[in-house]
């Protein structure tokens, strides 16, 4: 298996810049994720290493050979498409094999190889049928096979979940985690959804308008965000963010938010005399609390109540502070009837994230300091 | 009984009720889409009047028509024109150049625009491709009568362009249609030349609406643009190809007749003379209407028995058809 390495990677359309410069060294046998917003150039960066889109400035290199020039078909790498991209004339059997035959394999190793990538992906049962006649699910599975069946140095998704409905994107992740383990091979995945993109990479990559925000195994982006994108990205619900000013109380740095709430911040070197700076105060809505539950150094945080959104064993409260709306994450376990009194709420000051509100970078990321 | 008939109409109404309950239907159904019915109005007064009144008429081919009897007063004969016609080497030769004709078109005319077709695909200069197409819809546009005129220049055996050149590549001039044996040639090859580029927009539309991630999924598939060509786009626009194809088994007796009018003389008519042309000249130019009718109602016969025929076959071989 190869890796893969993008250096200085732009891409123009006319006068359009919509991948600015990015670097990126995907090592072998490694799944990463590129996740961000519509339009923020993953799939166009994802297309620029298959081949099917030519790389304006930069190089790409696939198992160390600049791939630049080379034609998709000599770059060894397989491609699964969000609509799935099978051939509606062709039936399951003839889906599969279709990239082997065009390389006029051996008929007898063709159907050695259908018959295998079949069995391992559930379809065997299903070879003679044609696309039309399949759910969306198979076909997805399909289209997986056909990619499978050629034994690429790279695996490249393009958004290949987006089309099924929740429950089957559920399954179809596991099973994609489950076929990588497997196959052990070099994967780089494009989705918009950070739910998949936690769940299925080794390391995640967070685009937006053309750049790279950060690159990271999936905890640590969740527990370092390194700017308020990225915070309010990665998550479900994603992190709450709070304009505010740094203050001193008891020694300790607080954030001010509106004239009378202070949230106390952690302890960090670049909050020491920072006295009036105006930052945004980062809470996971997993990391608050709507009882104290013994937790001591936990401040508490008054707040009006707006709704409640019971989901069976957790229920999302939403206030707000000072009019800001906030999300609290509280398990239940089906109990809701004591949030419909919640005044405040608490949180622990080392889990609170500090961002510079006029960088939107985190105060304490090592990448930062 | 008690009649009942809910919102679906027709379908929950009781068996005894059934009559009452279409009525309704059909009102209740007229009352509130009238106006996709006056939409489609012209076009059913125009299949009316020129295609069903006519019909009427086409009981001459069974009488022995006369204009100052008219077609009530006329006495019926029975079949006796189409024995006539049976019996008549000209008309037997007219079915015999209709068939080689149409068949002659549907082997080299047929997958002419489909090639077209293909070949605009692949060019990928907008203004280019452009050009292209414009040159070659443009004969379409072009009366009959000019291309006849055109084509009849062209093969002149004094002026002509194609006599020319070959006067000037020292080879024997050729009158080219006052010979039976280049009739075909010429007709089709013109009909081509006139009708394929238009075509060809029919099977381009097809094209455009297949799915280009087929193609960008083929070339990291590793197929070339020849396979790609066989492969993906071919097989997606089969599904049309075979209704052009079954409208055109359906037309196959009917093979531009104004044009062979125009382009025909006595000297090619052993090879020339159609269906339609013997009709003509049967009828308006013999003024026997009765036998004109009868050879005409043959002529649909035919037809109907192809397309029928040819739906029927393209449904279990290909499972598209046109109904």
Same mark, same amino acid.
């Given at each position: 298996?190869?890796?893969?390495?993008?250096?200085?990677?732009?891409?123009?359309?006319?006068?359009?810049?919509?991948?600015?410069?990015?670097?990126?060294?995907i090592n072998?046998r490694e799944f990463v994720v590129l996740v961000g917003p519509s339009?923020c150039?993953k799939s166009?960066?994802l297309?620029?290493?298959?081949?099917?889109?030519?790389?304006? !400035?930069?190089?790409?290199?696939?198992?160390?050979?600049?791939?630049?020039?080379?034609?998709?078909?000599?770059?060894?790498?397989?491609?699964v498409?969000q609509?799935?991209?099978?051939?509606?004339?062709?039936?399951?059997?003839?889906?599969?094999?279709?990239?082997?035959?065009?390389?006029?394999?051996?008929?007898?190793?063709? +159907?050695?190889?259908?018959?295998?990538?079949?069995?391992t992906l559930g379809?065997?049962?299903?070879?003679?049928?044609?696309?039309?006649?399949?759910?969306g699910g198979?076909?997805q599975r399909?289209a997986m096979?056909?990619a499978i069946?050629?034994?690429?140095?790279?695996f490249l998704f393009d958004e290949p979940l987006s089309n099924l409905d929740a429950k089957l994107r559920t399954q179809m992740r596991a099973e994609i985690k489950r076929l990588h383990r497997r196959l052990d091979a070099t994967s780089i995945y494009v989705t918009h959804d950070q739910v998949e993109a936690m769940t299925l990479a080794d390391r995640i990559v967070v685009m937006?308008?053309?750049?790279i925000e950060q690159i990271g195994t999936p905890m640590e982006l969740f527990l370092n965000p390194?700017?308020?994108?990225v915070a309010g990205f990665l998550g479900s619900p994603p992190m709450?963010?709070?304009?505010?000013?740094?203050?001193?109380?008891?020694?300790?740095?607080?954030?001010?938010?509106?004239?009378?709430?202070?949230?106390?911040?952690?302890?960090?070197?670049?909050?020491?005399?920072?006295?009036?700076?105006?930052?945004?105060?980062?809470?996971r809505p997993e990391d608050?609390?709507?009882?104290?539950?013994?937790?001591?150094?936990?401040?508490?945080?008054?707040?009006?109540? !707006?709704?409640?959104?019971?989901l069976g064993s957790e229920?999302l409260?939403?206030?707000?502070?000072?009019?800001?709306?906030?999300? $609290?994450k509280?398990? +239940?376990?089906?109990?809701?009837?004591?949030?419909?009194?919640?005044?405040?709420?608490?949180?622990?000051?080392?889990?609170?994230?500090?961002?510079?509100?006029?960088?939107?970078?985190? $105060?304490?990321?090592?990448?930062?300091? | 009984?008690?009649?009942?008939?809910?919102?679906?109409?027709?379908?929950?109404?009781? @068996?005894?009720?059934?009559?009452?309950?279409?009525?309704?239907?059909?009102?209740?159904?007229?009352?509130?889409?009238?106006?996709?019915?006056?939409?489609?109005?012209?076009?059913?007064?125009?299949?009316?009047?020129?295609?069903?009144?006519?019909?009427?008429? #086409?009981?001459?081919?069974?009488?022995?028509?006369?204009?100052?009897?008219?077609?009530?007063?006329?006495?019926?004969?029975?079949?006796?024109?189409?024995? @006539?016609?049976?019996?008549?080497?000209?008309?037997?030769?007219?079915?015999?150049?209709?068939?080689?004709?149409?068949?002659?078109?549907? &082997?080299?005319?047929?997958?002419?625009?489909?090639? #077209?077709?293909?070949?605009?695909?692949?060019?990928?200069?907008?203004?280019?491709?452009?050009? &292209?197409?414009?040159?070659?819809?443009?004969?379409?546009?072009?009366?009959? *009568?000019?291309?006849?005129?055109?084509?009849?220049?062209?093969?002149?055996?004094?002026?002509?362009?194609?006599?020319?050149?070959?006067?000037?590549?020292?080879?024997?001039?050729?009158?080219?249609?006052?010979?039976?044996?280049?009739?075909?040639?010429?007709?089709?090859?013109?009909?081509?030349?006139?009708?394929?580029?238009?075509?060809?927009?029919?099977?381009?539309? &097809?094209?455009?609406?297949?799915?280009?991630?087929?193609?960008?999924?083929?070339?990291?598939?590793?197929? @070339?643009?020849?396979?790609?060509?066989?492969?993906?786009?071919?097989?997606?626009?089969?599904?049309?190809?075979?209704?052009?194809?079954?409208?055109?088994?359906?037309?196959?007796?009917? *093979?531009?007749?104004?044009?062979?009018? #125009?382009?025909?003389?006595?000297?090619?008519?052993?090879?020339?003379? *159609?269906?339609?042309?013997?009709?003509?000249?049967?009828?308006?130019?013999?003024?026997?209407?009765?036998?004109?009718?009868?050879?005409?109602?043959?002529?649909?016969?035919?037809?109907?028995?192809?397309?029928?025929?040819?739906? &029927?076959?393209?449904?279990? *071989?290909?499972?598209?058809?046109?109904?």
């Amino acid at each position: 298996m190869s890796a893969v390495t993008l250096r200085k990677v732009f891409k123009r359309f006319g006068p359009v810049e919509v991948v600015h410069g990015i670097d990126l060294s995907i090592n072998a046998r490694e799944f990463v994720v590129l996740v961000g917003p519509s339009g923020c150039g993953k799939s166009t960066t994802l297309r620029m290493v298959a081949g099917l889109e030519e790389v304006s !400035d930069g190089t790409i290199e696939i198992g160390g050979r600049v791939v630049n020039e080379v034609a998709p078909k000599d770059r060894d790498v397989a491609m699964v498409f969000q609509n799935y991209a099978l051939y509606p004339h062709l039936n399951v059997a003839e889906n599969i094999a279709f990239g082997l035959r065009l390389r006029r394999i051996k008929k007898d190793i063709i +159907t050695a190889s259908v018959n295998d990538v079949a069995a391992t992906l559930g379809l065997s049962e299903l070879l003679h049928r044609r696309p039309a006649d399949l759910s969306g699910g198979q076909r997805q599975r399909v289209a997986m096979g056909r990619a499978i069946v050629r034994q690429p140095q790279v695996f490249l998704f393009d958004e290949p979940l987006s089309n099924l409905d929740a429950k089957l994107r559920t399954q179809m992740r596991a099973e994609i985690k489950r076929l990588h383990r497997r196959l052990d091979a070099t994967s780089i995945y494009v989705t918009h959804d950070q739910v998949e993109a936690m769940t299925l990479a080794d390391r995640i990559v967070v685009m937006s308008d053309g750049n790279i925000e950060q690159i990271g195994t999936p905890m640590e982006l969740f527990l370092n965000p390194i700017n308020t994108f990225v915070a309010g990205f990665l998550g479900s619900p994603p992190m709450n963010q709070l304009e505010a000013t740094v203050s001193y109380a008891d020694g300790g740095p607080i954030a001010k938010v509106g004239s009378d709430i202070a949230i106390p911040l952690p302890e960090l070197r670049q909050l020491r005399n920072a006295e009036g700076h105006p930052i945004i105060v980062g809470i996971r809505p997993e990391d608050t609390a709507v009882e104290r539950n013994g937790a001591a150094n936990a401040a508490g945080i008054k707040c009006d109540l !707006d709704l409640v959104e019971p989901l069976g064993s957790e229920a999302l409260v939403h206030v707000s502070v000072a009019d800001h709306p906030v999300v $609290l994450k509280t398990e +239940t376990r089906g109990a809701i009837s004591h949030l419909s009194d919640v005044q405040e709420f608490f949180v622990q000051p080392d889990h609170i994230k500090v961002f510079d509100q006029k960088t939107g970078l985190a $105060l304490d990321h090592p990448e930062v300091a | 009984m008690t009649e009942t008939v809910s919102q679906q109409g027709v379908r929950d109404a009781p @068996t005894t009720g059934k009559f009452e309950a279409r009525v309704r239907w059909l009102v209740r159904h007229f009352r509130k889409e009238w106006q996709i019915y006056v939409l489609m109005a012209p076009m059913i007064i125009w299949f009316l009047l020129f295609l069903y009144k006519p019909m009427y008429g #086409l009981q001459i081919a069974f009488k022995d028509f006369s204009i100052f009897r008219g077609i009530e007063g006329s006495p019926w004969i029975g079949l006796e024109h189409f024995q @006539t016609l049976l019996g008549n080497d000209q008309f037997f030769r007219a079915v015999g150049n209709t068939f080689i004709i149409a068949f002659l078109s549907l &082997a080299f005319a047929f997958p002419v625009p489909i090639i #077209l077709a293909l070949m605009f695909n692949e060019i990928h200069h907008r203004i280019f491709k452009k050009m &292209a197409q414009t040159i070659v819809y443009l004969p379409h546009f072009i009366s009959v *009568v000019i291309i006849a005129g055109i084509v009849i220049n062209m093969f002149s055996p004094s002026t002509g362009v194609v006599n020319n050149v070959m006067g000037m590549l020292g080879l024997e001039q050729v009158y080219f249609l006052v010979q039976p044996e280049w009739f075909r040639p010429i007709f089709i090859g013109s009909n081509i030349w006139k009708e394929a580029g238009f075509e060809s927009i029919i099977y381009l539309a &097809a094209i455009a609406g297949v799915s280009p991630t087929l193609y960008e999924s083929a070339r990291v598939d590793g197929a @070339t643009r020849w396979q790609m060509m066989w492969r993906i786009t071919l097989p997606s626009i089969f599904p049309t190809i075979v209704i052009m194809f079954i409208i055109r088994v359906g037309n196959l007796v009917d *093979v531009g007749f104004e044009y062979i009018l #125009l382009l025909y003389q006595p000297a090619t008519y052993q090879t020339g003379d *159609v269906i339609n042309t013997f009709i003509y000249r049967q009828g308006l130019q013999g003024a026997q209407y009765d036998m004109a009718a009868a050879a005409g109602l043959f002529n649909a016969v035919v037809a109907l028995v192809l397309v029928t025929a040819a739906n &029927a076959l393209s449904r279990r *071989v290909s499972r598209t058809s046109l109904w």
